[in-house]
């Protein structure tokens, strides 16, 4: 929603008291928003610290999880809810580093907790949580190329460690191949320059969607033996 001039020179001209009790009313219903300016003005902690805390977050929530009984939906569910968490963390803290770098975390801590669980799950079940892991790792790819180079190195051992859970995952190495994903982004640790246009590319063509019924028709160019 845009202000007009007219607006912002009303609310300027309220009286002191009376604009700090509508920004104290606005923030209990901001609590993101609270939050940031918190970290702002009053938080002694750095960003680093913050990131640091959410990893050991993250590594908790994932722990717990695996003690719950396992079903593909469950863990989509719970995945969902740890990602807004670091979405949050990093519109709060301006953590450059943080959302591809917590989220790609977050997919080697869970593959390293669920994986033997996924190999035993049907294709069928497989196949949602999959091209969700699948979107994320896209995502975090892309992020990781916007950053500055000097970067790069602070996610090179996470990308290794999840090219090696993903080529030990049959329903991965399966799915990635019907949706154009190549492993050895991940295993060499070399992303595209165009990752972005090949992301969009491929979701133009239908793929990484289960709208879209993959097991007879592969991305074009790849020949995958089912």
């Given at each position: 929603?845009?202000?007009?001039?007219?607006?912002k020179d009303a609310i300027f001209s309220l009286?002191?008291?009376?604009?700090?009790?509508?920004?104290?009313?606005?923030?209990?219903?901001?609590?993101?928003?609270?939050?940031?300016?918190?970290?702002?003005?009053?938080?002694?902690?750095?960003?680093?610290?913050?990131?640091?805390?959410?990893?050991?977050?993250?590594?908790?929530?994932?722990?717990?999880?695996?003690?719950?009984?396992?079903?593909?939906?469950?863990?989509?569910?719970?995945?969902?809810?740890?990602?807004?968490?670091?979405?949050?963390?990093?519109?709060?803290?301006?953590?450059?580093?943080?959302?591809?770098?917590?989220?790609?975390?977050?997919?080697?801590?869970?593959?390293?907790?669920?994986?033997?669980?996924?190999?035993?799950?049907?294709?069928?079940?497989?196949?949602?949580?999959?091209?969700?892991?699948?979107?994320?790792?896209?995502?975090?790819?892309?992020?990781?190329?916007?950053?500055?180079?000097?970067?790069?190195?602070?996610?090179?051992?996470?990308?290794?460690?999840?090219?090696?859970?993903?080529?030990?995952?049959?329903?991965?190495?399966?799915?990635a191949k019907q949706n154009g994903f190549d492993?050895?982004?991940?295993?060499?640790?070399?992303?595209?320059?165009?990752?972005?246009?090949?992301?969009?590319?491929?979701?133009?063509?239908?793929?990484?969607?289960?709208?879209?019924?993959?097991?007879?028709?592969?991305?074009?160019?790849?020949?995958?033996?089912?």
């Amino acid at each position: 929603m845009k202000f007009n001039k007219e607006f912002k020179d009303a609310i300027f001209s309220l009286p002191q008291m009376e604009k700090d009790k509508l920004l104290l009313s606005l923030l209990k219903k901001e609590k993101v928003i609270a939050k940031e300016l918190y970290f702002r003005l009053l938080e002694d902690n750095s960003v680093d610290e913050y990131q640091l805390k959410m990893e050991e977050e993250i590594i908790k929530k994932v722990m717990y999880f695996a003690t719950k009984r396992y079903t593909p939906s469950y863990l989509i569910k719970r995945l969902r809810s740890v990602s807004t968490d670091i979405k949050v963390h990093v519109k709060v803290t301006k953590d450059k580093l943080g959302d591809s770098y917590l989220h790609l975390l977050l997919l080697v801590e869970t593959l390293e907790a669920f994986n033997t669980k996924l190999n035993k799950t049907t294709p069928g079940q497989a196949r949602k949580l999959c091209l969700y892991i699948l979107s994320k790792t896209f995502v975090i790819l892309i992020g990781i190329n916007k950053l500055h180079e000097d970067y790069h190195l602070e996610h090179r051992e996470n990308l290794e460690k999840l090219g090696e859970l993903f080529m030990s995952n049959k329903h991965l190495v399966r799915v990635a191949k019907q949706n154009g994903f190549d492993m050895d982004w991940l295993i060499s640790t070399e992303i595209p320059e165009n990752i972005d246009d090949i992301y969009k590319e491929i979701k133009a063509h239908g793929y990484l969607s289960m709208k879209t019924y993959l097991s007879t028709a592969d991305f074009p160019g790849e020949s995958v033996s089912q």
